[in-house]
């Protein structure tokens, strides 16, 4: 299998199952528990933002970004990123962030956040979220909070407790 083979496609609702799939593989029953499982439940993702790698007509990967606050702050929360073990190591997971980050600068948007491992999303532009600056719902290891701004300042506005922006009141572990 080359990159060459594979589709990179924004996501659809027909590949909600197959996701599903992909994610539950990756993550198995402990996602329901993460912080960021947790912002997530406060509202849908943003489809339009969100996208897949396709092979021989499915699934193989998935990345999707939601839409959260944090203070006067406005970004996107990346997450989950996932690929189908046998289809790792061959830069599906970075060409899906490169293409997530694209789309969101074009939309407009100022800053992406996730919860991840600095050594991957390093090279990607992400870097560690200053300490105390935001608080998630569940407990993370905030070596492990990090961001990348596409506009300057924009992570800046953002500070304090991190919820779905969709949601109308504080997010409650
Ligand atoms: C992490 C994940 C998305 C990477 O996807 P991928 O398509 O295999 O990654 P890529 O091919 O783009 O990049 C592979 C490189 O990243 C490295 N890498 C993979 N996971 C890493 C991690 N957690 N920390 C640091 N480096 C990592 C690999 O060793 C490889 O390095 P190399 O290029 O020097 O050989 C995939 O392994 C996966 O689905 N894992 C389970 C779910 C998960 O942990 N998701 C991330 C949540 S934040």
Redesign the pocket.
Known sequence: MLLADILFLPEEAAHDAEIEEINAE??GPGRFARAAYRIREGGPHERALSFIAMHDGHVV?SVRLTRVAAGEGLGLLL?????RPS?????????LVRIALEAARKAGWGVVV????E??YGPLGFSRIPLGQITMPRPVDPNRLLAVELEEGALSRMCGMMVHAGASAPVVA
């Open positions: 990756a993550f990967a997450g989950p990123l996932a690929v289809y790792k190591n061959q830069g599906i997971g970075k060409k996730l919860v991840g491992d050594p991957y």
